[in-house]
């Protein structure tokens, strides 16, 4: 079965500063797909980067990127210039296919403060 | 328009109690999911409906009944519910339930606590 790590409970950083958030991933598959999602306050889950495992190209969305090392199972989002509307619980995701259905498999989560 | 809408937004029941939980998206999506995320916890699927029709059932009690009459509408019936079902019940929806499109989208949740 497919697992999903993340290694920090909780991080922090400065406003307008560089956070990087790790994430590793165990799978036997070759073909994936990997997704960060952040969820705040307000409790939605909203799709921050999606990572296809076929595309050797890093994902960059704005000002947030992946650092997508597959031979290593890492797949790490760094936020350039923080806001403070960044703080939120983010999730790395990994999904597989049951019965030709999608199935997100979450990390624990890692809780983003953004000092002011 | 990525929305998808679910009501009520809080809910409280007793053990004894029978409500249901409602999704909706008008997104045109063929795949509907639920996932119960308990507090400080990660979101943990619970059923997927794909073109309707159910495709995961992630070994959830009959407590926990779901129902797709379309393809814009999902509903979860609750029955004699357990205090530790009290969670954050989100639904998500994608275009399709495989392949490229499978982006999910997520609703802002309803938050069940029961008494």
């Known amino acids: 079965a497919q697992t999903v790590t993340q290694s920090q409970p909780e991080m922090s950083v400065q406003e307008a500063e560089t956070v990087t958030l790790s994430c590793t991933y165990d799978?036997?598959?070759?073909?994936?797909?990997l997704f960060w999602y952040k969820q705040p306050p307000s409790r939605q889950m909203i799709l921050v980067i999606r990572?296809?495992?076929?595309?050797?190209q890093n994902a960059t969305e704005n000002r947030f990127s992946v650092n997508f090392q597959k031979a290593a199972k890492s797949f790490s989002l760094k936020i350039s210039d923080s806001q403070l509307g960044d703080a939120a619980m983010y999730f790395c995701?990994?999904?597989?296919?049951?019965?030709?259905?999608?199935?997100?498999?979450f990390g624990q989560g890692t809780r983003l403060t953004i000092n002011p | 328009d990525t929305e998808v809408t679910q009501t009520p937004k809080h809910l409280v029941m007793g053990m004894t109690n029978k409500k249901s939980l409602k999704c909706e998206q008008h997104m045109g999506h063929r795949a509907m999911y639920w996932y119960k995320q308990k507090a400080k916890k990660p979101p943990e699927l619970m059923f997927v409906?794909?073109?309707?029709?159910?495709?995961i059932n992630e070994s959830v009690p009959s407590r926990f009944s779901p129902e797709c009459p379309n393809s814009s509408l999902l509903n979860l019936h609750l029955h004699a519910l357990q205090p530790e079902d009290s969670a954050l019940y989100l639904c998500a929806s994608s275009r399709a339930p495989s392949g490229t499109e499978n982006i999910q989208y997520f609703g802002a949740g309803t938050r069940l606590s029961v008494l």
């Open positions: 409906y794909s073109y309707e029709k159910l495709s």
């Open positions: 990572q296809e495992a076929y595309k050797q």
């Open positions: 995701a990994y999904r597989t296919l049951i019965q030709g259905a999608q199935k997100l498999v």
């Open positions: 799978t036997s598959e070759s073909d994936y797909y």
